[in-house]
Antibody, heavy 124, light 105 residues
Framework: QVQLVQSGAELKMPGASVTVSCTASGYSLTAYFLHWVRQAPGQGLEWMGW????????NYAQKFHGRVTMTRDTSINTAYMEVSGLRSDDTAVYYC?????????????????WGQGTTVTVSS | DIQLTQSPSFLSASIGVRVTITCRASQGISHYLAWYQQKPGKAPKLLIYAVSTLQSGVPSRFSGSGSGTEFTLTISSLQPEDFATYYC????????FGQGTQLAI
């Protein structure tokens, strides 16, 4: 069964950093792009960036440049996203999602498999 | 960045009716558009990609169309399980989402 399993909820102080993990099962992490999306309480979806696990290449939303780092460990089929300098408005559910984008043809396929979400709460 | 604007933001409808949600892009985005459904407390679910291609397992009452800067998601006959929030997303460069459309009874 293809799925993405994320790490558990986190409570962090303002100014701290948090790392959320996303482990792929049922497929090889390196076969697809992986995106990170967040959703603040009662708000819409906000795209944060992607990582291409095969190469480690990344593309971040401008808003998160310098504060978000996406990495991966292909030996354990796991991707990571670190957010530094946490603020109260970083309180959100963070999702990872798979993207079967075809590099050769440029064909888009959307984000077809999502993790269950990780709640990150930033509070003093 | 390309911005996506959905309309309406809130839609009230009854079982069995046809509903349409619009997504307008700030510039042309070719076929790089997807639609998602999200229910409270759940991850989004991919419904349609490349403007009009139905994701495997999604009921055929969902359809997508459009080109250039204007796109639509249509549900031909609303079912009780369709009441949710719907988002469009640009599938290139920076993968921005629309602000969402809440569909309620």
């Amino acid at each position: 069964q293809v799925q993405l399993v994320q790490s558990g909820a986190e409570l962090k102080m303002p100014g701290a950093s948090v790392t959320v993990s996303c482990t792929a099962s049922g497929y090889s992490l390196t076969a697809y792009f992986l995106h990170w999306v967040r959703q603040a309480p009662g708000q819409g979806l906000e795209w944060m960036g992607w990582i291409r696990p095969e190469t480690g290449g990344t593309n971040y939303a401008q808003k998160f440049h310098g504060r978000v780092t996406m990495t991966r460990d292909t030996s354990i089929n796991t991707a990571y996203m670190e957010v530094s300098g946490l603020r109260s408005d970083d309180t959100a559910v963070y999702y990872c999602a798979r993207d079967p984008y075809d590099i050769l043809t440029g064909a888009p396929y959307g984000l077809d498999v999502w993790g269950q979400g990780t709640t990150v709460t930033v509070s003093s | 960045d390309i911005q996506l604007t959905q309309s309406p933001s809130f839609l009230s409808a009854s079982i069995g009716v046809r509903v349409t949600i619009t997504c307008r892009a700030s510039q042309g985005i070719s076929h790089y558009l997807a639609w998602y459904q999200q229910k409270p407390g759940k991850a989004p679910k991919l419904l349609i990609y490349a403007v009009s291609t139905l994701q495997s397992g999604v009921p055929s009452r969902f359809s997508g169309s459009g080109s250039g800067t204007e796109f639509t998601l249509t549900i031909s006959s609303l079912q009780p399980e369709d009441f949710a929030t719907y988002y469009c997303q640009h599938l290139n460069s920076h993968f921005n989402f629309g602000q969402g459309t809440q569909l309620a009874i």
